[in-house]
């Protein structure tokens, strides 16, 4: 029997699993928190040279007037005159010097920040974003890093020490002495973010059945909208980053109590020989779902080859091989770059939302907000449109949404927001499918490597987003729109020459994998016709099966299937 069989006999979301998952998908609001909250924590505000000690800042005085040059209606941010006392009579511009006595901060928005505590601005203004960076390479690492080991020592323990090193570092984080100390503690923070989010919902999946496990991965992405949305009240509420940090970081100590209240996987267990302690957590599952199940249903036959067999095969199956036939290397190629693009716009729109509007606070509000529609907009068009053009569209739409955004005047700054906001909105809906698509694509013997590639890619160009918006500083505030919106409609208009994957059979082999979307010209790839040599030879394969099934012997079957599969991929 399949593990994926006994599944369905107890229950594939019944009640069980409904209360795991649930318990679960909370863990994407802290997650969420320290993947997007170095966006308060490091927040820049307006700022110009210090002049005397105990300057307040000003947005005008005949001080700031006499002290700080102004040029097309901007003040300086980084030179200032040299004056005398008093500073607020002056004749002329005069001699123009660097900020050597620091700077005088707008406390309009902000109390503190770290980029106001260390001094993050002018010469040092790269370093703010540097790190954004490095919290969201903390998240890449932590998302390999805890998988791996997950699968040596078990789930559970992973999980439960991930919740620890979140609490601890955190909390120290928000004492840093130094900015590399702070820098250094917000990689961590970022590792235990995606570490402690990915065990868990390998949890969560491995107890649903194979029906209702893209279902359970939307709830995951609700849950991180809200604390999308959750972090922008808390920052408005604290405004310094030290009370920012205790606050995010303090109640994932709740999450201790999943020791007694979250199971270990099953999956993992049998696959490991514990089997007894599988079958408890399953008789447990079958009787809060009500389901009664006999005595020995959980001893015959329970052989469970794909838990033990299934895996590893997968594993011992090099990403290369995705890219040493044409038209596999042509789909991967496509679906990464599609993943890239993602990751880089919608990290990049949700850092830039501090620069959009006169509130910082609001904005990221709105920005979260936005994706709440777009994963209900995804849930009913989904099976209707498909997943190729339904993501295509999304990110064609996008583009076109910030690319409104390059003519528009620096003072309609809302109306950039809207535009920008709707952008947003379409990137979320497309970074939604693209996991479910690629899922789709990538055949089942290498199905973890191609996503684990894709979401890899991924997060290396989230990293560089932080950078990108840098460039808003240093050339024009329009080059980050530039950029998102070339690669999102590059994407989009890419994603319509893959194959569709909605109701057809998925492949199981590189061969079969191979032969999806083969033999399609250009124009029929863009109409989205299946009739691929995939689905002939599955045809094919369908209608000998069919034939053979006449026999009774189950061995002779079994043998005339596999010689059958095998004459398909032979060449002629």
Not at 151 to 165: A, E, Q, S
Not at 397 to 420: D, K, Q, Y
Not at 426 to 454: D, Q
Request: proline fraction near 5%; glycine fraction near 8%; hydrophobic fraction near 45%.
């Amino acid at each position: 029997m399949r593990y994926d069989d006994i599944l369905k006999n107890i229950g594939e979301f019944g009640r069980y699993q409904k209360y795991v998952c649930i318990t679960i998908c909370l863990l994407a609001i802290p997650s969420a928190w320290h993947s997007l909250g170095n966006t308060f924590l490091s927040a820049q505000p307006e700022h110009y040279c210090r002049t005397f000690p105990g300057q307040e800042y000003e947005e005008f005085s005949p001080t700031k007037n006499c002290t700080i040059p102004c040029k097309n209606k901007e003040w300086s941010k980084c030179v200032k005159y040299n004056r005398s006392e008093p500073f607020d009579q002056c004749k002329d511009e005069g001699v123009v010097l660097k900020c050597d006595q620091g700077w005088v901060y707008d406390n309009t928005f902000y109390e503190s920040t770290a980029v106001t505590d260390f001094d993050l601005v002018c010469g040092q203004n790269s370093k703010r974003q540097l790190s954004k960076s490095l919290a969201l390479a903390g998240k890449m690492v932590g998302s390999a890093t805890f998988g791996y080991l997950a699968d040596i020592v078990g789930r559970k323990p992973m999980f439960l020490f991930g919740i620890i090193m979140q609490v601890s570092v955190g909390v120290g984080a928000s004492f840093s002495p130094s900015f590399p100390v702070f820098c250094a503690l917000q990689f961590l923070l970022g590792v235990t973010a995606s570490g402690v989010f990915v065990v868990a919902i390998v949890i969560a999946t491995e107890l649903v059945g194979p029906s209702k496990r893209a279902f359970a991965g939307m709830g995951v992405q609700y849950c991180y909208s809200i604390g999308y949305m959750s972090i922008a009240l808390i920052a408005w509420r604290l405004r310094a980053w030290p009370k920012i940090e205790l606050a995010i970081s303090i109640p994932s100590a709740a999450f201790l109590s999943y020791y007694w209240l979250v199971p270990e996987s099953p999956r993992w267990l049998f696959s490991k020989g514990r089997t007894e302690e599988a079958k408890k957590i399953l008789t447990k599952a079958a009787k809060v779902n009500k389901v009664e199940l006999p005595d020995t249903f959980l001893d015959q036959n329970l052989e469970l080859e794909d838990v033990k067999k299934g895996d590893n095969n997968a594993q011992r199956v090099s990403a290369w091989a995705l890219l040493r036939t044409p038209n596999m290397r042509f789909k991967t190629l496509i679906i990464n770059f599609a993943w890239i693009a993602n990751s880089m716009v919608y990290y990049g729109l949700a850092f830039f939302t501090e620069d959009l509007s006169s509130d910082p606070y609001l904005a990221f509000f709105i920005s979260g907000a936005v994706d709440i529609p777009a994963y209900i907009l995804c849930q009913l068009l989904l099976d209707h449109l498909g997943r190729r053009r339904l993501i295509s569209g999304f990110m064609i739409i996008g583009s076109i949404s910030l690319f409104s955004c390059i003519p528009i005047p620096n003072e309609l700054g809302n109306v950039t927001l809207a535009f920008a906001m709707i952008g947003k909105f379409c990137i979320s809906g497309s970074y939604a499918v693209v996991y479910l698509f690629a899922t789709e694509l990538f055949p089942t013997s290498i199905r973890n490597v191609g996503i684990g590639m894709g979401s890899f890619s991924g997060s290396i160009c989230s990293i560089l987003s932080p950078y990108i918006l840098l460039l808003a500083d240093i050339v024009s505030q329009e080059l980050p729109f530039i950029i998102f919106g070339s690669f999102s409609f590059v994407a989009g208009i890419l994603l319509l020459l893959l194959p569709e994957t909605l109701g057809r059979k998925l492949p199981e082999t590189l061969e079969e994998g191979e032969l999806v979307g083969k033999g399609l010209s250009l124009w029929q790839r863009i109409k989205g016709d299946t009739q691929d040599e995939y689905d002939q030879k599955f045809a094919k394969l369908t209608e000998n099966i069919q034939v053979m099934e006449t026999d009774n012997e189950l061995k002779p079957l079994k043998q005339a299937r596999s010689s059958t599969y095998m004459s398909l991929f032979e060449t002629d």
